[in-house]
């Protein structure tokens, strides 16, 4: 579905769950495929190595409170596995080649209990769900025979059985013993390979079937990498806690699963010797996969018959594991990639400050020129780098290669300057010496072709003796070779300036690879691998510079195409090279409405966090908006919002006027980039925008923001032709009013436009109303020459202000938005100024990260940082975090 085509949602709260009934009640195995559908089991009753009693006694207690307590209504829904965004792949489909579930008919019973059974007192205690008198409370209305239902399963995937004869300790499958806590291979589908799950339980009901309760681990096909799975290593699990019931019958035989401590790397560390491991737990909510808080090799078995209980998630672990890998650091540097005009990183360096981090972006990378002098202008302590993204990472290799190499060198005190002369240069043909150059310094380096030479290599920018920096030449390191010194004085300088990071010197790095050949408007999309297509490439380099760098965080943004296109293949992409780097990751998407502005917009967020870090949550929506555009059904769980009934405290949706009610008035032919306000800020929205760069950081001592900026710039429009601008005078001023209200059409029964069989031509003789408009979506479009309204929350800011196909025209001013009211759209503070040509300064703004999102993101992810956050997926941001600048939000008396 493309963007403008309605998918209406409620947010925050999602859609009701579905029926819980299951037709079927037949206990088939249940996978880990399955399980991610519906939700963890409640109460996160994990293994833990400690099999403490009392902890034991402590979950049970918790798991049986919660299913007692669960409202359906109250949760999210669970898309059904074939829908879902970690659902089936090939050969491991829960629903295909079901394993043969009952006992065997004929021959001797292959799989049965031995041993006692666990006495009556200690298996209540152990269990106690399964033997509440009133358990029927809880079990589904079919509670007959032996599957019942358990209510806290929204796709009854996960069924309970409730009418329990007694609990053993033990059972022998083929021959072999299996002990409670044993990790064995459940049957899987008839042409696919087998589950993996750990053994919680041994039950038998009192229709004498024999159960086990079973622990899934994932393999990497089974979560949402899907198919990129198989380029993982086939012995990597996913933990998780996902668990049901099933037939003894369904245990294959064992197999030994060891946890892995999570590393970048797993080189130099062997893993001990076992069927499989695992490092990391995967949650489909959210397609979150996020550390193991353990420090164990193995994975032990609880020595019968002690119960399995939780592995310890407890955030403090974390914290306390974090800090004392003494990684915390005053100030955190940024690379931001692809930058633009910097709407990413500008958020999330604001939010980061208002949670009381000092995130820098000190490298920013983008190949166009425009957008590069914007990132000039605004952020004077940034490294720009005007460079396509594989270029710069060539030159980050080579930078490292040369820094290792003349560093190294113990730094010789710099001779005297000596004439050092390109003497290959300066030879003639016929070897006779040309008059000599001599180089002065170098003054850039970069890695590909800036002259067009048809050689792509590492190149330095030499100012030569004699001349001025417009003289300047871009040569070959090849040419140099005479001239180490100078080398050797520009890379230590480079070094200690940090012109450019090496790995390990960058904290975070954010970015939002375009990825062209996905846009729904792109008829040439490669729909069959569009990995292979150039224009996706980005996504790849993407994370091969993260895979360069291995930075602590990284935030990966884009448009809600990558889940939709191609089965999602790009998103999941994206996540499975995460994951292969052994990087957390978590994946949101999040609608630029939610935080605060007058704009839907919905976008992708890809989180990534270093193994010795906490993985960054995503800030919970401050403003009660409808989503308005469809995200594709299987990535549901994904979209940011509350949970049906959970409780909130949200602010009123804004509006157009909140945002631009203020801004002094200018015509289609408005030339000035720089005016006064005129008028004073009219709304919080309002005031907040026109804040001061200090404020925004807390950098001032006081409240400063309106007095500091008294300037506007960019308040232009991008002027309409003579005829667009005659046309646009005679649409009315009137919330809803379109090419429809302009003469020489008339509107059909079916709400179509046609042309009047009378024409009313304009003084330059063409008509009132251009036939694009009359075609446009059959004639049945209202949005070419649309008007805004002070009262309406706009689609999406696009690269282009194009009043042909969207309404974009001011609701009182002939002319369409200008790039300021586009900019406060897109939450930019007023004091940034925007540098190009106005089409390009547009595409700037369109293109940008809405700042609101990002700053509400960097909140998160400095609270990530300091450890303050948990390991739950969802945050809250503080009241009013939307409209307060970090100065607010550290003095909340103060008044702006
Ligand atoms: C969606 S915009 C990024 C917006 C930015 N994140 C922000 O919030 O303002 C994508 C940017 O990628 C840049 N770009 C496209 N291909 C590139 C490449 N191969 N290397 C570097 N930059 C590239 C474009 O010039 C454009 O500015």
């Avoid at 358990?135 to 009418?163: M, P, R, Y």
């Avoid at 401590?261 to 909510?285: H, Q, T, W």
């Avoid at 994206?574 to 630029?592: F, K, P």
């Avoid at 008339?746 to 075609?775: C, F, H, T």
Wanted: overall charge negative; hydrophobic content about 30%.
């Amino acid at each position: 579905m493309a963007e403008g085509d309605h998918h209406q949602l409620t947010n925050p709260a999602l859609s009701p769950p579905p029926p819980l009934l299951d037709p079927n009640p037949n206990p088939d195995p249940i996978t880990p495929t399955q399980l991610q559908n519906g939700h963890e089991a409640p109460g996160k009753l994990e293994i833990s190595p400690k099999s403490e009693e009392f902890m034991e006694a402590k979950l049970l207690k918790q798991k049986f409170e919660m299913l007692k307590s669960l409202d359906r209504n109250s949760r999210r829904r669970s898309p059904r596995l074939v829908e879902n965004g970690g659902g089936e792949s090939s050969g491991n489909t829960a629903n295909s080649g079901k394993p043969p579930l009952k006992k065997q008919k004929s021959g001797r019973k292959i799989s049965f209990f031995i041993g006692d059974r666990v006495p009556p007192d200690e298996a209540r205690r152990r269990w106690p769900w399964r033997y509440e008198e009133n358990n029927v409370h809880f079990s589904g209305q079919n509670n007959i025979g032996h599957a019942s239902k358990c209510e806290n399963d929204d796709d009854d995937e996960d069924q309970l059985i409730l009418n329990i004869k007694c609990h053993y300790s033990q059972a022998k499958v083929a021959n072999v013993v299996f002990n409670l806590g044993d990790c064995a291979y459940i049957k899987g589908p008839k042409r696919g390979p087998n589950y993996i799950g750990r053994i919680l339980e041994f039950f038998e009901s009192e229709d004498g079937e024999d159960y086990c309760r079973v622990q899934w681990f994932f393999r990497a096909q089974d979560t949402v990498i899907k198919d990129d799975g198989i380029s993982h290593d086939e012995k990597r699990l996913f933990y998780s806690t996902l668990m049901n019931d099933n037939l003894l019958d369904c245990i294959v035989s064992k197999v030994k699963v060891v946890q892995s401590a999570p590393n970048v790397s797993l080189k130099g560390r062997p893993i001990p010797e076992c069927d499989f491991y695992f490092d990391m737990k995967y949650s489909v909510d959210y397609s979150t996969f996020s550390k193991v808080i353990t420090d164990t090799t193995d994975l032990p078995s609880p020595s019968p018959p002690m119960m399995t209980t939780g592995i310890d998630t407890d955030i403090k672990c974390i914290v306390d594991e974090a800090s004392n890998s003494g990684l915390c650091k005053p100030e955190l540097a940024l690379l931001d990639m692809y930058a633009g005009c910097g709407g990413m990183s500008t958020g999330l360096c604001f939010g980061a400050k208002a949670s009381g981090i000092n995130l820098v972006t000190r490298w920013a990378v983008d190949m166009d020129e425009a957008a590069c002098e914007s990132l000039r202008f605004n952020h004077p302590e940034t490294q720009i780098r005007n460079e396509s993204a594989e270029d710069f990472l060539d030159l980050l290799k080579e930078w490292d290669r040369l820094s290792k190499i003349y560093a190294n060198h113990e730094v010789k005190e710099l001779k005297p300057r000596v004439r050092e002369v390109d003497e290959d240069k300066n030879l003639k043909a016929d070897g006779k010496r040309n008059h000599e150059y001599e180089v002065d310094k170098l003054v850039d380096i970069c890695y590909g072709d800036p002259t067009e030479t048809g050689k792509r290599g590492i190149k330095f920018q030499v100012r030569w003796i004699g001349y001025s920096s417009k003289d300047d030449t871009w040569e070959p390191i090849e040419n140099l070779g005479k001239c180490q010194e100078r080398i050797q004085d520009f890379v230590l300088k480079g070094i200690k300036a940090k012109i450019l990071p090496r790995p390990g010197e960058v904290d975070v790095i954010c970015g939002g690879p375009p990825c062209q050949g996905i846009s729904g408007y792109n008829r040439f999309r490669n729909v069959d691998s569009p990995l292979d297509d150039e224009r996706n490439r980005q996504i790849k380099i993407f994370m091969d510079i993260v895979d360069f760098l291995r930075p602590k965080y990284i935030l990966m943004e884009n448009v809600i195409d990558i889940l939709r296109f191609a089965n999602g293949c790009l998103g999941r992409y994206a996540i499975s090279r995460l994951v292969h780097m052994h990087y957390q990751a978590r994946l949101g998407i999040m609608a630029a409405g939610c935080y605060g502005l007058p704009q839907f917009r919905l976008r992708v967020f890809l989180w990534g966090a270093h193994p010795h870090e906490i993985l960054p949550q995503f800030p919970l929506p401050t403003h009660n908006v409808v989503i308005q555009y469809g995200f594709p059904s299987e990535f549901e769980r994904n979209v940011v919002a509350y949970d049906e009934g959970q409780s909130r405290d949200l602010e009123k949706v804004i509006v157009l006027g909140d945002a631009i009610s203020d801004l002094p008035p200018v015509g289609n032919d408005e030339i000035h980039d720089n005016m006064p306000y005129k008028k004073s800020p009219e709304t919080e929205f309002q005031k907040y925008i026109r804040a001061s760069e200090s404020d925004m950081m807390g950098s001032s001592s006081s409240c400063t923001s309106t007095c500091n900026n008294p300037v506007l710039y960019d308040h232009l429009p991008y002027p309409l032709g003579n005829d667009d601008y005659l046309r646009i005078c005679k649409i009315p001023k009137r919330k809803g009013a379109s090419f429809r209200d302009l003469p020489g059409i008339v509107i059909g029964s079916d709400n179509s436009v046609r042309r009047a069989e009378e024409q009313s031509l304009m003084p330059s003789g063409k008509p009132w109303v251009p036939e694009y408009a009359i075609s446009f979506r059959d004639g049945r479009s209202t949005k070419p020459f649309g008007r805004l309204w002070w009262d309406e929350t706009v689609a999406t800011v696009f690269c282009f202000p194009d009043h042909h196909s969207r309404p974009i025209l001011h609701p009182e001013q002939d002319r369409v938005l200008t790039l300021r009211e586009c900019a406060r759209l897109q939450g930019f503070p007023d004091y940034y100024k925007f540098c190009g040509k106005l089409k390009e300064r547009y595409r700037q703004v369109g293109n940008a990260v809405a700042v609101s999102v990002s700053r509400s993101l960097g909140y998160s992810l400095g609270m990530a940082v300091q450890k303050l956050s948990s390991d739950k997926h969802l945050m809250t941001l503080p009241p009013k975090f939307s409209h307060s600048t970090t100065i607010q939000l550290k003095s909340p008396s103060s008044d702006i």
